[in-house]
């Protein structure tokens, strides 16, 4: 899976000309070669888009209409911290919605979006597995329940704090 660093200028096309190639024998093979294109690059390029069109010949609009129906593709690149915001019952009982709206102020990043500074990208998901936790998200896939909006803010700004000290 890629770290999502792969910016549009550094795509190389002769690996999504062969995952086209590949996938183009099977009738309907554009989600397969989506799925394998975003999983190879992080997401879904708009450049790859028009690629895989010349290259299987089916119109470019098509494959954006598939991208952009299914929650599972990106077109924009991950951010380095993805948050997934729980949801489910017991999280939207102890306070979801404050949960998403302070990340959303902290980073910068409404849910399904990716903060400017490409740290963080925000998700809104279903149950994580730990509602007596509530209300909570995972980070990078490490769980943080209980949260406040204090907590919160003490969590990113330990996260910039990291990023700024790595970056020297
Ligand atoms: S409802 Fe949020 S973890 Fe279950």
């Known amino acids: 899976m890629a770290d999502g660093s792969m910016t549009e200028e550094k ?12 996938h183009s024998v099977e009738r309907g093979a554009v989600i397969p070669i ?3 294109v975003q999983d190879t690059l992080g ?12 290259d299987i010949d089916v119109p470019a609009s098509e494959i954006y209409g598939i991208v952009t129906f299914y929650a599972q593709f990106r077109l924009e690149p991950l951010g380095k911290y993805l948050i ?26 409404k849910e399904g979006a990716t903060s400017e500074d490409k740290l963080f990208t925000v998700e809104r998901v279903a149950c994580l597995g730990c509602c007596s936790l509530a ?5 990078n896939g490490d769980t943080h329940g209980r949260l406040t909006p204090e907590s919160i803010d003490k969590t990113m700004q330990e996260i910039r704090k990291k990023e700024a000290a790595s970056a020297g």
């Open 84 to 109: 997934k915001v729980c949801h489910g019952t017991a999280c939207h009982l102890c306070g979801a919605e404050m949960v998403a709206d302070t990340i959303a102020q902290v980073t910068g990043a």
């Open 135 to 139: 209300p909570c998200i995972m980070i």
């Open 11 to 22: 795509i190389d096309f002769s690996v999504i000309d062969a995952i086209a190639r590949k």
């Open 34 to 36: 989506l799925q394998e």
């Open 43 to 54: 997401y879904v390029p708009k450049a790859v888009i028009q690629r895989i069109a010349d």
